[in-house]
C-alpha cells in the first residue's frame, strides 16, 4: 500500500501537482499513508474510513497555506489517532505580460522569493535576455497564445503590464479562466474600470471580474519601477496570506497615490 503512495507522490512532484501527504504517527495505524489531491481524489488510506474522510476535508487547508503539521482525530470507537500532514507544493510561478520596465526589477525579485518566472511580451527586442536576466523562460508570442501553452495552476500569479488593452484583454480572457491564485493589471482606477466594462461586455461576471487585482500592487506611495515592483510582491504574498495588506502601525501622514496609478 505504501509503495503505490510513495510512487503516487513522487510522480505528482514531477508533475508539479499540488498534494497533500498524510502519514499516521500514534496507535496501532501508525505508519499507515495516505495522499490527498486538490480534486479530492486519494491514494492509499490510513486505515480507517472516517480518517480518511476526515483528513481529506483538513488537506485542502494545507493546500492553501503549503505547510505542514500534525493533528489529531478522534475515531467513532474513542481511540485518538496523531496524523501528520504536508503539503507538497509546486513551484510558485510568476508569469509577467509586457516586458515594460516595471518588469525588470519584478522578475529579479520574485527569483529572490523563489518563484519561476516567465516573461510573455509579442514584441521581441522587449523580450530579451539582455533585459530580463533573471527570467527562466522569456516567450515572444501574443499573450493568449503564451498563456495557451503554460501549466497554470493555482501556484501559478499572473501579472499583466501591458498598457494596451489589444495585450492585456487576450491575456484576461485566458487568466480569468484560469486557476490562478493571483491576477493583477496595472493602471489608474479610471483604466481599470474600463477594462472591466470591456470584460463585461464580453461576458465575465462580476465575481469572476473580482478576481482581478486592479489598480495592482500595495499602496506604498512607490513611484520607480523597483518600488512598484515591491508594492506589486507585496500584495502577492498578502493575498496568499490572506492578509489585506494593512499597515503594522498608523501611518505618519496622509497615503500616497496606490502605485498602479501611473498608467
Given at each position: 500500500?505504501?509503495?503505490?503512495v510513495?510512487?503516487?507522490?513522487?510522480?505528482?512532484?514531477?508533475?508539479?501537482?499540488?498534494?497533500?501527504?498524510?502519514?499516521?504517527?500514534?496507535?496501532?495505524?501508525?505508519?499507515?499513508?495516505?495522499?490527498?489531491?486538490?480534486?479530492?481524489?486519494?491514494?492509499?488510506?490510513?486505515?480507517?474510513?472516517?480518517l480518511?474522510?476526515?483528513?481529506?476535508?483538513?488537506?485542502?487547508?494545507?493546500?492553501?497555506?503549503?505547510?505542514?503539521?500534525?493533528?489529531?482525530?478522534?475515531?467513532?470507537?474513542?481511540r485518538?489517532?496523531?496524523?501528520?500532514?504536508?503539503?507538497?507544493?509546486?513551484?510558485?510561478?510568476?508569469?509577467?505580460?509586457?516586458?515594460?520596465?516595471?518588469?525588470?526589477?519584478?522578475?529579479?525579485?520574485a527569483?529572490?522569493?523563489?518563484?519561476r518566472?516567465?516573461?510573455?511580451?509579442?514584441?521581441?527586442?522587449?523580450?530579451?535576455?539582455e533585459?530580463?536576466?533573471?527570467?527562466?523562460?522569456?516567450?515572444?508570442?501574443?499573450?493568449?497564445?503564451?498563456?495557451?501553452?503554460?501549466?497554470?495552476?493555482?501556484?501559478?500569479?499572473?501579472?499583466?503590464?501591458?498598457?494596451?488593452?489589444?495585450?492585456?484583454?487576450?491575456?484576461?480572457?485566458?487568466?480569468?479562466?484560469?486557476?490562478?491564485?493571483?491576477?493583477?493589471?496595472?493602471?489608474?482606477?479610471k483604466t481599470?474600470?474600463?477594462?472591466?466594462?470591456?470584460?463585461?461586455?464580453?461576458?465575465?461576471?462580476?465575481?469572476e471580474?473580482?478576481?482581478?487585482?486592479?489598480?495592482?500592487?500595495?499602496?506604498?506611495g512607490?513611484?520607480?519601477?523597483?518600488?512598484?515592483?515591491?508594492?506589486?510582491?507585496?500584495?502577492?504574498?498578502?493575498?496568499?496570506?490572506?492578509?489585506?495588506?494593512?499597515?503594522?502601525?498608523?501611518?505618519?501622514?496622509?497615503?500616497?497615490?496606490?502605485?498602479?496609478e501611473?498608467g
Amino acid at each position: 500500500m505504501n509503495g503505490e503512495v510513495f510512487e503516487a507522490l513522487r510522480r505528482a512532484i514531477h508533475d508539479e501537482e499540488a498534494v497533500v501527504s498524510a502519514t499516521a504517527v500514534s496507535g496501532e495505524l501508525a505508519g499507515r499513508k495516505m495522499l490527498v489531491f486538490e480534486d479530492g481524489q486519494t491514494v492509499g488510506s490510513l486505515g480507517a474510513p472516517e480518517l480518511d474522510s476526515a483528513v481529506r476535508a483538513d488537506a485542502e487547508t494545507f493546500l492553501a497555506s503549503g505547510e505542514a503539521a500534525a493533528r489529531t482525530y478522534r475515531l467513532p470507537d474513542g481511540r485518538e489517532v496523531e496524523v501528520f500532514l504536508e503539503a507538497h507544493l509546486p513551484p510558485r510561478h510568476l508569469v509577467v505580460i509586457g516586458a515594460v520596465h516595471i518588469a525588470i526589477p519584478l522578475v529579479a525579485m520574485a527569483k529572490e522569493l523563489g518563484y519561476r518566472t516567465t516573461v510573455i511580451d509579442a514584441r521581441e527586442f522587449f523580450a530579451t535576455r539582455e533585459r530580463f536576466p533573471h527570467a527562466d523562460q522569456l516567450i515572444v508570442a501574443w499573450p493568449d497564445e503564451a498563456l495557451s501553452q503554460i501549466k497554470i495552476t493555482p501556484q501559478t500569479d499572473i501579472v499583466i503590464l501591458a498598457h494596451d488593452e489589444k495585450f492585456e484583454d487576450p491575456a484576461l480572457h485566458v487568466a480569468l479562466r484560469s486557476r490562478a491564485g493571483y491576477i493583477g493589471a496595472i493602471g489608474s482606477r479610471k483604466t481599470s474600470q474600463q477594462r472591466l466594462e470591456r470584460l463585461r461586455r464580453a461576458g465575465f461576471s462580476d465575481e469572476e471580474l473580482a478576481r482581478i487585482h486592479a489598480p495592482i500592487g500595495i499602496d506604498i506611495g512607490a513611484k520607480t519601477p523597483a518600488e512598484i515592483a515591491v508594492s506589486i510582491l507585496a500584495e502577492i504574498i498578502a493575498v496568499r496570506r490572506g492578509r489585506i495588506g494593512q499597515p503594522l502601525r498608523p501611518a505618519k501622514s496622509e497615503p500616497a497615490v496606490a502605485s498602479g496609478e501611473g498608467g
